[in-house]
């Protein structure tokens, strides 16, 4: 049997499981919040058109807003200022979106220590079990901070010394930018650096080295717990704006079982 009928036959006997790792957007879902000295993100928002109704007798529709970076979203190059000559959402090359993933799984750590950093070391230990990161794929941390994402003040985790979530050390965004083989970090927080980033040196480290590298970000993630350490497929598929510095994504996981 050739290689796509094979792959089809797979998915509808369910030897190959597609694990949604989508957070579903709607109004309650937790947005980031700047200093209140910068233009803040929208939250989701819908407009109903017509609904059966005189406005529309046969169909229901909807206007949406949202911000780019909303809910379950990549990052582009273009997002931050180290990047800003790089590529927009729209033109992420599609084998990007599409390519295999490891997850490195840290939930133990950030339950104890909701500013828990991951270093090179961390990357090191695992890929000394585990085995190598893969060329071109995605590296996912899992953190269990998907089951706080129905409440907003959960979700950011915020005190009047500022937020507090895991994300990555300084060197290690670096490492992950210029040595590591992936194309792309995902992870399940509201943005893919610390909730104290802002005071890291750079500040917003993994955001600086991983768009001035080209490489892209995928956050908002949920149900990382569902997924073996490696043998991930991973489809990102982000909505195409053109100039946009991110968008809206649908990511899903394929696992053999």
């Known amino acids: ?27 309650d879902t937790p947005v980031i919040q700047l200093p209140p000295e910068f233009a803040q993100t929208a939250r989701f928002e819908l ?5 059966y109704d005189d406005r529309g007798p046969a169909w229901y529709w909807n206007n949406i807003r949202t911000g780019e970076h909303t809910g379950t979203h990549l990052d582009a190059p273009n997002h931050w200022v180290t990047g800003k000559d790089g ?22 750590q950030t339950a104890d220590n909701p500013d828990f950093l991951l270093e090179v070391e961390h990357v090191e230990r695992w890929t ?9 794929g995605w590296l996912l941390y899992r953190t269990g901070w998907d089951a706080r994402s129905a409440s907003q003040q959960d979700f950011l985790n915020a005190d009047e010394a500022g937020p ?25 927080t509201v943005g893919t ?10 500040p917003f480290p993994c955001h600086a080295a991983l768009m001035g590298s080209g490489k892209y970000g995928l956050t908002q993630l949920q149900n990382l717990a569902q997924l073996p350490p490696t043998g991930v497929l991973l489809i990102a598929a ?20």
């Open 1 to 27: 049997m050739s290689l796509l009928p094979s792959l089809a036959e797979a998915l509808t006997s369910g030897r190959i499981e597609i694990v949604d790792l989508t957070a579903p957007l709607s109004a």
């Open 87 to 108: 590529g927009d959402v729209a033109s992420v090359p599609p084998a990007r979106l599409v390519a295999p993933a490891v997850v490195l799984d840290f939930s133990a």
């Open 238 to 257: 982000p909505l195409p704006i053109v100039t946009g510095s991110g968008a809206p994504a649908r990511v899903l996981a394929l696992v053999e079982r």
């Open 47 to 51: 407009e109903e058109l017509s609904r």
């Open 164 to 188: 507090h979530t895991p994300g990555v050390s300084p060197a290690c965004a670096r490492w992950l930018a210029e040595e590591a083989p992936i194309v792309g970090f995902g992870v399940e």
């Open 193 to 202: 650096d610390a909730g104290a980033a802002h005071s890291f040196d750079p």
């Open 128 to 136: 000394a079990e585990h085995g190598p990161l893969p060329d071109g």
